[in-house]
């Protein structure tokens, strides 16, 4: 035979704390259906009341209570490893990238310190194609635009070019027709309020209404005719309008095509006058070298001689310094860069190459804008230092 000692305490509705031999328990819930709470863990309590039927169950338990703690401390973990990976991927977002002068990359965090292995590691995880892009940009920035240096000959037009005149569009912009003025509200008509009965019977009362009635309907009257006027006004107005700017337009369509008749004229007279006035060739040739984009300062100068059959040229040149000295690429890793001196007969052949397809560019240019050229004489010279006096001399390289 069991004992069982037990006493309640009931500290709320539906809430009870239970004392037993082996301790203290808490019951909650109502007749019939309870749950408690102990150190042997949770139950739950099921029964009929009046019929001695019932049954009892294990919620939870320690072990069960202790796995959902591990489990939630290794949530908690996982949340707090995303985090620092968030914050440290922000951090890496604005890192400070920088070169050697033998191509080595420097990675540094924003106050300058360079970074550990850890977030290294994550670093070119990351951002390794934004390293090779910014990489890229700087090893075209080492070589320069030596291609475009190399090869400013094919930008040269044919000989055998016609120019054509191009003709100036009429820059007068045309008249704007007058919108149609914005119609006023019409005045509404007043509503004069009734006389009740009552008033009818008192004559002051008649009277006063007669006198308001009669104020009501004249300055209707008044405002009408105010509206009529300002509304006749402004079609008068808008008329008139119109007829000034009919006028206009029509001037305006006279002086359009007066000046593209003229243009005309010149496109059709353009190609003979270019072979004789010599002022013409002058303006179209200065056009034409001004409108040209160079690499490296360029200066030329010329003369038109002969009646325009020979072009005189004076090119003041780039200097072989302005050539790029060194060659980048992209190492294997892409992770550096690899960068070279050129050597003195590599910089002298790239020079050479430039400053001789800037001659062959003139003298093309030349022949494409003035058709009866004949001849191009060209000189080009660059700024030398005289060792013997200290002097900067021009020197001509050729002619």
């Avoid at 009408?224 to 119109?242: F, P, S, T, V, Y």
């Avoid at 496109?267 to 002058?282: A, C, G, R, T, V």
Wanted: hydrophobic fraction near 35%; proline fraction near 5%.
């Amino acid at each position: 035979m069991v004992l069982r000692f037990r006493r309640s305490v009931k500290i709320a509705p539906g809430v009870k704390i239970n004392f037993g031999k082996r301790g203290m328990s808490v019951s909650a819930g109502v007749r019939g259906a309870t749950i408690t709470a102990g150190k042997r863990g949770v139950y739950g309590n099921v029964g009929i009341p009046g019929t001695g039927l019932s049954y009892r169950t294990k919620l939870a338990g320690k072990a069960v209570n202790n796995q959902l703690v591990r489990e939630q401390r290794r949530v908690e973990r996982e949340l707090k490893k995303q985090e620092e990976i968030g914050r440290r991927r922000e951090a890496l977002s604005k890192v400070q990238l920088s070169l050697n002068e033998n191509g080595t990359l420097n990675i540094a965090n924003t106050f300058g310190e360079a970074l550990s292995r850890k977030d290294l590691k994550l670093f070119w995880e990351q951002k390794s194609e934004v390293v090779y892009q910014w990489l890229s940009q700087q090893a075209e920035e080492i070589n320069g635009d030596i291609e475009l240096l190399s090869n400013i000959h094919l930008d040269t037009p044919s000989p055998d070019l016609i120019p054509q005149y191009e003709t100036i569009p009429f820059q007068e912009e045309s008249p704007k027709k007058p919108s149609h003025p914005q119609a006023q509200p019409v005045p509404q008509e007043p509503q004069i309020p009734k006389l009740g009965f009552i008033a009818r019977l008192f004559p002051n009362k008649r009277e006063k209404h007669e006198i308001e009635k009669v104020k009501l309907e004249h300055n209707y009257r008044i405002l009408l005719g105010l509206w009529k006027r300002n509304k006749n006004e402004a079609e008068e107005n808008h008329r008139k309008a119109l007829e000034r700017y009919e006028q206009q337009l029509e001037s305006w369509k006279r002086r359009k095509s007066i000046h593209e008749e003229k243009e005309k004229i010149k496109q059709k007279e353009f190609p003979i006058l270019l072979s004789q006035d010599i002022n013409l060739m002058e303006s179209v040739l200065r056009e034409a070298i001004d409108s040209l984009s160079w690499p490296r300062e360029t200066i030329i100068s010329y003369e038109i001689r002969n009646d325009g059959k020979d072009i005189w040229l004076d090119v003041d040149l780039p200097e072989i310094e302005d050539i790029p000295n060194k060659i980048a690429t992209i190492a294997a890793t892409r992770r550096k860069l690899n960068i070279k001196n050129k050597s003195k007969k590599q910089l002298r052949l790239e020079y050479s190459r430039h400053v001789h397809g800037i001659a062959f560019r003139l003298v093309g240019i030349t022949f494409a804008t003035l058709p009866e050229c004949k001849y191009v004489i060209i000189s080009g010279y660059s700024q030398r230092l005289e060792s013997a006096t200290g002097k900067i001399n021009d020197d001509y390289l050729f002619s």
